[in-house]
Structure formats: structure tokens, C-alpha cells
């Protein structure tokens, strides 16, 4: 028997095929995440987010509709669970980013685009995690090439 998909079904089977984009960027660089969000499709889906020191940086920025765009405000965050410390600059940026490809990147080799923009030490952290414990190629993450990480273009 041959089944046939609605066209509403189909639209999202074929929206799916296409690449799955996730950005990671901080305060120090939003002029970066712009030039990369208007690189984008203007169709591109997937998630950006934004580490930020606290409320007053954040700001409408112009990325593709079909992107999801998360502000993660340090000032508000913990560091390390049951400390009650202060987020230190990169870990929000890491953990929701680690714990977002854990849960939507379920086969890593098929289409995903990666952009990290933020500090040194969380986008080795985000790097290593990708690569090492989900399998995501090294071709497919971007990483500033200052930090001189094996994945900067």
C-alpha cells in the first residue's frame, strides 16, 4: 500500500530536509552574529542564543522568521548548581546551548550548520561537546578564527 502525504505534512517533511542552524553568541560579539544572520537563508530554522551580562543588551535583532532567538541573562543565573554563585561569562551560554544539541541534534551528520561567536572558553567548551560526546563534524561548526580552534574557517 502506498501512502501518501497531505500537503501540509509534505511541506514539513521537506522543510525538515534542509539544513538545521544553531548560532551561539555574547556580548562581545553581536556585531559578528549580525554579519552571520544575514548570511542566512532567509527559510533557515533552528536557534540562537545570546549570552548576555543583563537586561539593558538586550535588543530586537534581525534574524530569519524561522529562527528561535533565546537571551540568556547572566545577572539572573547561577554558576554551578547549589553554589549560589554568580554565572560566570560563558557558562549560560554553554549549558543552554550543550543541552539544546543534546536534546534536538539526533543525527548530527545530516544538515546542521553550526556558528559559535562567544568567548574562548565556552565555544571550546560547546566544541568539544559537539564533536566528542554528539558526533557533529568539525566542517559543519564555525568558530572565530582567533581562536585558532581545528573548526574556524
Request: proline residues 7%; aromatic residues 4%; glycine residues 8%.
Amino acid at each position: 500500500m502506498t501512502s501518501v502525504l497531505p500537503t501540509r505534512a509534505h511541506r514539513r517533511a521537506t522543510r525538515r530536509a534542509g539544513a538545521t542552524y544553531l548560532v551561539a553568541a555574547d556580548e562581545s560579539s553581536l556585531a559578528e552574529l549580525e554579519l552571520v544572520l544575514a548570511t542566512l537563508p532567509l527559510c533557515a530554522t533552528g536557534r540562537i542564543f545570546v549570552e548576555v551580562p543583563d537586561a539593558s543588551w538586550i535588543a530586537p535583532i534581525d534574524a530569519p522568521a524561522r529562527m528561535t532567538v533565546t537571551w540568556l541573562d547572566r545577572s539572573v543565573r547561577t554558576g554551578e548548581p547549589g553554589t549560589g554563585r554568580r554565572c560566570p561569562h560563558g557558562r549560560a551560554l554553554t549549558r543552554a546551548v550543550t543541552g539544546w544539541a543534546d536534546e534536538m541534534l539526533c543525527d548530527p551528520a545530516q544538515g546542521v550548520r553550526i556558528h559559535l561567536l562567544g568567548g574562548y572558553l565556552g565555544t571550546a567548551d560547546i566544541l568539544e561537546h559537539l564533536t566528542d560526546r554528539l558526533g557533529v563534524p568539525a566542517d559543519a561548526i564555525s568558530t572565530p578564527a582567533r581562536f585558532g580552534l581545528s573548526s574556524s574557517r
